[in-house]
């Protein structure tokens, strides 16, 4: 059994900064250009970006630990947008945290 830390290293760091952008590198909207749901998905995908870009920010700037606290929330943007059927994510759920 591996040993557990409560260490943010800057692996780590990177192994989840690596997933979130292959997430959103695959993703692609579902919903229909002039739906309300468009407009969430849209929102969804502008806050994981956000978070994203926060995350990597921190991380050039030394605070991983926020860095890993804000890829986390961009992730589960993306990961809320695919559950609902906000995002077309071809049925991954490597990447992506699907329903069934």
């Known amino acids: ?11 780590k ?8 952008g292959r997430a959103l590198a695959k ?3 579902a919903a229909p ?3 309300f749901n468009r407009r969430l998905a ?7 970006n956000c978070y994203y870009s926060d995350a990597k920010h ?9 860095a ?11 990961d ?3 559950r609902i059927g906000l995002f077309d994510v071809e049925g991954d759920d490597v990447l992506f945290t699907l329903y069934e």
């Open 1 to 11: 059994m591996a040993e557990k830390t409560n260490t943010v290293t800057d692996e």
């Open 13 to 20: 760091i990177e192994k989840y900064l690596d997933i979130t």
């Open 27 to 29: 993703l692609k909207v």
């Open 33 to 35: 250009e002039k739906s």
């Open 42 to 48: 849209d929102s969804f995908l502008e806050m994981a």
């Open 58 to 66: 921190f991380k050039e700037s030394g605070d991983i630990v926020t």
């Open 68 to 78: 890993f606290a804000a890829v986390n929330y961009a992730h589960a943007w993306l």
């Open 80 to 82: 809320c947008g695919a």
